[in-house]
């Protein structure tokens, strides 16, 4: 009998636990029911696509077919972007092959920019057999998202912190057309994303009673009302949707988790849980890049990692500190057309500025080293710039009680000095060039003041009609994406040698260290516009002296705009049409990312 009571007990217990585990489970896949339905939406759209374009229907059909797959993309991008950030760049990245430098080759561009580019501005109706098989291969990444989420826990911090983070990418990618570069639907896309947002911030019923949830579903909804006037891009304020609207957005989904007691994922990852706008000034955890803990920032690491950037003895016999080719009052640049070597003969490139270097996955121009550290150590042992020994250097550091003790703080070590610890403690001093406090970031934190009428303007011109921030992403404005900054982007401009562009630039820049890819030629780095104003002369070969030359040279559509023959230049050669006051507004505002 005791036996017998015991074995009730115990199948009560696994009963209970039994039923609270599938309440459990029950919850946790809401989110799943919810999304794998929209999912089959967006096949469904995907095979209406397919059979126009199979059926060779007229252009307006074919071109219905694909912005309604597009907008129900949009109303899940949220989920795609967060829990498959390898099929959201696949499905809705930019329309051109993808580097692949571990395979040392390209892969062919595929996805919703692709299809895109064969509908706008024409329907392309020599390469229908083309078009047809970019449309099918839609279907698989359908397919690919509803495998996924039938099996992804997807929990409501999970949901929060992805809700947020696509806030972010409508105001980085969404409004600014960079997914949109043909069709220039950009507004009627990011009204679907923020649909999207906004039902999923309802699934849970509960929610729907929080006043904080109630104030973002307001502002969504007037935000939408903007987005679907479907205004022109080149006359939209960009600036007031962004702090009036869409900034306040990501700011009340944090302050809805807040409320409602959910913990954030507030470890070691690139965009903590608990930030709050895009223009927050730490809104990207530069430690998450590293290794490990030992190549974390302290105040003592850049501390002392300013001392040797100051130290001549890092070069050979003594002649050159790395500071003395990078000036603070010049964005950390040396205000020469190309940099000189150690007789005073000049490079062939541009110093760049180490201000916000940190935010770029690739080092140098042509992004040949893929940290700071080795960037370091590249420019400390070249012939041409310092020609040290970092053996030697190393030795020397070793000889000085004041360096010994400095690095045994920082890396906690008893040991001697080693290279890695030179170059990391070089590296982390670059890193904290990095301070955010220009009067764009001022007045996006609500310093209503800080930027001039010309400035906003200029700031819109930049957005829309020229179409910079395309390049130049928010916030950092550089070629690093958002936001979630795991890739950085490289550009074919086609610089030319000389100012009166007759002549293509020789400089072959990635290309050099990448030979079997020819798509590389004369590709750069996309360089940050933050201190434009005191890092001049400007681009790769310092071919321009003034912003005012710079722009011209975009406004007229690149090398090929000019008339050069450049293969594969991935800035559109259409004119932009700026006007000089566009263009001058334009400068003003990038002068007003200088940090003050």
Aim: charged share 25%; with cysteine; glycine share 6%.
């Amino acid at each position: 009998m005791r036996i017998f009571r015991y074995i009730t007990i115990i199948v009560l217990a696994i009963s209970l636990w039994s039923c609270t585990d599938k309440t459990k489970a029950y919850q946790d896949i809401k989110y799943n029911n919810y999304l794998i339905p929209k999912i089959d939406s967006l096949a469904h759209n995907i095979d209406q696509l397919v059979k126009k374009v199979e059926d060779r229907a007229d252009s307006t059909a074919i071109r219905e077919a694909f912005v309604s797959s597009r907008l129900a993309y949009k109303e899940i991008e949220w989920a795609v972007s967060y829990f498959l950030p390898h099929t959201s760049k696949a499905i809705n990245g930019p329309a051109l092959d993808k580097l692949d430098l571990d395979e040392n080759k390209f892969i062919p561009a595929e996805g919703f920019q692709v299809v895109e580019e064969y509908l706008y501005p024409e329907v392309n109706t020599e390469e229908f057999s083309d078009l047809l098989l970019d449309s099918k291969r839609l279907k698989n990444f359908a397919l690919s998202m509803r495998k996924n989420f039938e099996v992804i826990t997807i929990s409501e911090d999970l949901v929060l912190e992805a809700l947020k983070m696509e806030v972010f990418q409508i105001i980085a990618l969404g409004i600014t057309g960079f997914d949109t570069p043909a069709s220039k639907l950009q507004f009627i896309e990011a009204t679907a994303s923020l649909k999207g947002v906004k039902q999923a911030l309802l699934i849970n019923k509960e929610w729907d009673k929080l006043e904080e949830v109630k104030e973002v579903i307001s502002l969504i909804d007037k935000a939408m009302a903007i987005c679907d006037k479907n205004p022109d891009k080149n006359t939209f304020d960009y600036l007031t949707l962004i702090t009036a609207y869409l900034d306040p957005i990501s700011q009340g989904i944090v302050d809805v988790q807040h409320a409602l007691n959910i913990p954030f994922r507030d470890g070691n990852q690139v965009v903590k849980g608990s930030v709050r706008s895009l223009f927050d000034k730490d809104l990207i955890n530069l430690n998450a890049f590293m290794p490990d803990s030992t190549y974390y920032l302290t105040p003592d690491k850049i501390a002392l990692g300013k001392e040797l950037f100051f130290d001549k003895q890092l070069s050979k016999n003594g002649v050159r500190s790395c500071a003395d080719c990078h000036h603070k009052d010049k964005a950390y640049t040396d205000g020469l057309k190309t940099a000189l070597d150690l007789k005073e003969s000049p490079l062939a490139r541009n110093t760049p500025s180490l201000n916000y270097a940190s935010y770029y996955h690739g080092q140098f121009w042509d992004m040949r080293s893929v940290t700071l550290e080795s960037q370091s150590s590249d420019v400390i042992t070249n012939k041409d710039e310092m020609h040290g020994d970092l053996k030697e250097i190393v030795i020397h550091l070793n000889e000085s009680e004041t360096y010994k003790k400095q690095f045994k703080t920082v890396f906690n070590s008893d040991k001697d000095i080693e290279v890695w610890q030179l170059e990391n403690a070089l590296a982390t001093f670059i890193r904290s060039l990095s301070v955010f406090n220009s009067r764009f970031d001022q007045y996006m934190r609500g310093d209503n003041k800080a930027m001039t009428e010309q400035e906003k303007n200029g700031f819109n011109l930049f957005v829309g009609k020229a179409q910079c921030a395309t390049c130049h992403f928010m916030p950092v404005f550089n070629g690093t994406v958002p936001p979630y900054f795991t890739n950085s982007e490289q550009e074919v401009l086609g610089v030319p040698a000389n100012k009166e562009g007759t002549v293509l630039d020789a400089d072959l820049g990635r290309y050099v260290y990448n030979t079997d890819l020819p798509q590389l030629k004369h590709s750069f780095k996309t360089t940050t516009v933050r201190n434009i104003g005191e890092s001049g002369p400007y681009m790769h070969n310092g071919v321009y002296g003034t912003l005012e030359e710079v722009m011209d040279f975009y406004n007229k559509g690149g090398g090929l705009g000019l008339g050069l023959k450049v293969e594969s230049q991935t800035l559109p050669e259409d004119p932009l049409d700026l006007t000089e006051g566009e263009i001058a507004d334009i400068i003003v505002f990038m002068k007003a990312l200088s940090d003050q």
